[in-house]
């Protein structure tokens, strides 16, 4: 592909690399020190791998002091650090450049603490999503944010992501469910934000890490929220003759102030491409799926099911099928968080995480529609339709180097849009690489100004993850 | 009062004051420029009424371009601005300094849209918290956040402060119901943080603007999430015999995974303070009520509430009464809400608002009892217990200077307690001049540093809201 511009390798990192990587191995274990070409090559992309560049070093710290004395050293000497949890980002965030060290967490996945009474785990930010909830899941509590990658994908990247899931509509994204962090900032000293506890004095610097890609400081520990699982949960398909129909349903459901824990959305394209995949029972008749996970006692579940139930049929829903064991809700689930994977099966694909408000979910899905076909390509949708945060899966042939740009401009075009109609670039995947120079459609120069002086205000240098998220030129008049 | 020490201000700004209030009578309707000593008097403090001080002069914008204007006048002639809501700030966080500006926003009370489609209401920052709920509740709907001081705060001062209130135990404080703001930066500067929708590209400044109290820029406008009220909701009494099993009880009930809505604390003390004034009904044979209100259809209700009473005589609950019409569960909550004023008829009081994990409560209910006793003083236990968020009001006579220093003293000791289990400082009432010594028992010196790169960043001339937050000493060498 060719959209994305990469800078020049600073010649003088470069030139440096022996003495650089000879200093490395004081400051780690050695084996956390990676620099042969063929070990190196394990950490040249990520799930964006259409681009890759082979990184200076990868260092893989198992304390958070050794990350201090990487980051001290790293600042002293001016050579970039990208930081990097699984390697699971869509938006390139975690693909090196020629002149930076990579900072891999992997190493740091211990479990440090588990208090049920105050609901909350302490864990090193190498340690997976998937896992947290395993931790807890025997006393009955989970961890909310569930993204589709979380049997592999870190807490520490689903920090500098902001990660969501399906689940999220009920219990909310990472900073809904985070209570405090140790983090490592670029100058090597060691800060901790939050607490065991909601809430804190001074400035919320928290929240503003979170979601931040990994450019203000590097996580080493995280507090998390741990909740009760309900009573019980049952997901629910409901098929429907068109996309309007199905969208206008999740706008009505939302208008009405009822939050299931998830309404996942599904086009035809997407139905066929996930059963295929999962043979998970989806409807093959219909233009639209929505499943609607609800939660509680089984009356609950029967009244908030009869309510969305009346509003599915009032938008013309033609099949409406309860979930009625644990293997068939394992299956719905399995083909729903498969979808990109079982994608990747049948066509290249980009991924597009733009969120627009759910009233305008019908308008988006018929625009996105006609953008995809004015560039001469079809689309799969399959997202998380209570939250807004849509997920087009623009499907092209990577070796069709025209299809390759008509499916970037595409990107671009759905993602202009959803800003348009009041939306976000970015539900949950990051800016990344992908989509810094969309920063421009979302905010003003005065806006991304002030976005630059707070990054300045954590590393005056940019060396963490140098390149990412903010528009290349206007960095330099930052 | 004595512990706060107030600095110096700036004489050659004094020396110009005619000249400054000529130049604002340029930039703001002559209406909105207040400048006699007796109409600045109403300015001169917030709700920590021992502390006061003149300002320079008042203005009162009525648009976002004239809060532009004037901030951008004192940002070059270096002028001090102290941004004022309703001045119900319990933490001094409103309180003028001599060579400062107030800017109020009360003249900025404007509803700019409601879209019940998307959940959402667009106010000017001067709007107080409890119209907000007036303008949407007739559809059914209602705004979150409750503090009990919501007929008069402004939602530009909940936002400053990330106010809370009873009922935000489910739903969440301000920063959880807050989509987006506009806001005008110290150099005149407009900017749009978050919008209609949730999350956002780039860095969550939004997040961090929450809680700023007033020192990262003046908020004009703001787009807030609205809530669909619940079918029924039904607030319980339960009086125990002792404040540990109170305690134990919210410990339990949270640690059981049950949220309720709200979940209020009031010891004996405060039970007799507010059956006197709001004739509530409550227990007076107890030394602890909760006061706790679940939600739902009546199903729903009558299940949840046979769970919480269930822990509640586990833990000694000796009574049980649900309300049973809407006149008495108004007259529950005005008891409530009314208990800082109500405290107020019958002793002075300094208010403390340190949070501590739910867990702790027991444990910290007791040492707070024992510290106050240690300083010879009294207190009053009213609290929003759910979310572990503690206000002890140490009562004292205010004629009596000696009373007046050791409330102080306890108060401090109480503060520097949550702090020490793992809770902080502030819940809700923010930081102001009152705490800002205090902050050293919650951050360190690296901590502290980041947030004033942080917040220079925002205003590097140190003009907003300069003297409060952080300690005086500090700050000169950050």
Redesign the interface.
Known sequence: MSKIRFTEPNREILARRDSIINDLTRLVDPAGLITSTDECRAYETDALTAYRKMPLAVVLPKTTEEVSAVLKYCHDTGVKVVPRGAGTSLAGGAIPSEDAVVLGLSKMNRVLAV?????FIRVEAGVTNLSVTAVVAEN??FYAPDPSSQLACTIGGNIAN?SGGAHCLKY??T??NLLGVRMV?IDG?????G???????????L??V???EGQLGIVTEATLRI???AEGARPVLFGFPSCEGAGKAV?DV?????IPVAIEYMDKAAIEICEAFAKAGYPLDVEALLIVEVEG?D??MD?TLADITAIARANGATTVRESRSAIETAAIWKGRKSAFGATGRVADYLCMDG??????LSYVLAEISKIVQRHGLRVANVFHAG??NMHPLILYNANDPSQQSKAEAAGDDILRLCVEV???????HG?GIE?RDL?RC??DD???A??I??????DPRWLLNTDK??PLDFRCQG
Chains 1, 2 share one sequence.
């Open positions: 208090n049920y009474d105050d609901r009955g509590f902001n909310g994204v900073t809904n900032l000293s060691i800060i901790d934000l607490g065991d506890y909601l809430d804190s004095a001074g400035l919320d610097l929240g503003l979170v979601g931040s909740l009760k699982s706008a939302i208008a009405a102030g009822i006692s009356a609950e009244a969120t627009v408000p759910t009233g305008k939250d807004g009041g939306g976000c670039l970015t539900g949950e800016v989509k920063m979302q905010f005065a806006d991304l002030q976005q002086r707070v990054r300045a205000a954590f998220v903010f």
